[in-house]
Every structure is written in C-alpha cells, then in structure tokens.
Nanobody, 127 residues
Framework: QVQLVESGGRLVQAGDSLRLTCAAS????????MGWFRQALGKEREFVAAIHRTRDITVYADSVRGRFTISKDNFKNTVYLQMNSLAPEDTANYYCAADRNPYRSIPSRRSGDYEYWGQGTQVTVAS
C-alpha cells in the first residue's frame, strides 16, 4: 500500500503563487508516475500534471501549461506542484495520485490509471 498526503492549499489572491506538496509513504518503490488532479465544486475531477519518477517525463493539462510546474524529490518521496499566476478558475480541491504501472513510459492523463489517491488539499483563488 501507498499513502499520499497533500498539503499547502489555502486561500490566495489572483496572480499569487502557491506550492502544493504530496508526501508519499509505504511501498513507494511500487509507484512509477505521480500526478496531480483537481476537482472544482460541481465539476468532474480533471488532470493537472504528472511526472515519471525515474524518467523525468512531465505532462501538463493545457489549462496550466506555462503556469504550473510539477517536480519531485525521490529521496524524500515527495512531489510538488508549483502554481504561478493563479486565477479564480484554479479554485479546486487538489489531489495527488500514484500510478504503479511499471510499463507506462508516458504519464497518463486518465484518473483511472492511478491506483493510489490522497485526501486532497483545497486551493481557493479570490479575484
């Protein structure tokens, strides 16, 4: 089993920056791709960004590319999401997820491909 705990979410103003952290514990060696998803109130969960833990390949949603950056620290079993130029439409509960498929070379955008999920951290961007 793998446990994921997100932190860093809070209320910010439009244009501000924020860094989210996802700390993984347990059998982290069984996870190969780490991703961030978000879900706004009344909307479906959507992909934000993902990174391959060993290949350093990153994938971003079009809506965040150029503003958000996903990174990792394998020694700390931690994944980060640096969010810049935040806008009210970025308001959502942000979830960390882990994919344990060792044969997937490119991070997936599909939530169904991720087996482990955190509880989420709320990001609210005021206009």
């Amino acid at each position: 089993q793998v446990q994921l705990v997100e932190s860093g979410g809070r209320l910010v103003q439009a244009g501000d920056s924020l860094r989210l952290t996802c700390a993984a514990s347990g059998r982290t060696s069984s996870t190969y791709i780490m991703g961030w998803f978000r879900q706004a109130l009344g909307k479906e969960r959507e992909f934000v960004a993902a990174i391959h833990r060993t290949r350093d390949i990153t994938v971003y949603a079009d809506s965040v590319r150029g503003r958000f950056t996903i990174s990792k620290d394998n020694f700390k079993n931690t994944v980060y999401l640096q969010m810049n130029s935040l806008a009210p439409e970025d308001t959502a509960n942000y979830y960390c997820a882990a994919d344990r498929n060792p044969y997937r070379s490119i991070p997936s955008r599909r939530s169904g491909d991720y087996e482990y999920w955190g509880q989420g951290t709320q990001v609210t961007v005021a206009s």
